[in-house]
């Protein structure tokens, strides 16, 4: 859905919550990543940067 929100409406404990935003939008976080990993130069760089804060 471009312009607009995508709606998920769940219950359940943390973990059954996380999974369920995970299992509906998985494709959607990937297909961004990969998109950057394209686009930004030097990618890794950045990721081995971040690692203390993960």
């Known amino acids: ?3 607009g929100f995508n709606i ?3 219950t359940g404990d943390y973990t059954q919550v996380g999974s ?3 299992k509906k939008f998985k494709d ?3 297909k961004r ?9 030097n990618y890794s760089s950045y ?3 971040c690692q203390e804060y993960f």
Do not use: F, S
Request: avoid cysteine.
């Open 20 to 22: 369920a935003i995970g």
């Open 33 to 41: 990543i990969q998109l950057r990993r394209e686009k930004i130069p």
């Open 28 to 30: 959607t976080v990937q």
């Open 47 to 49: 990721l081995d940067r």
């Open 8 to 10: 998920l409406e769940v």
């Open 1 to 3: 859905m471009q312009g």
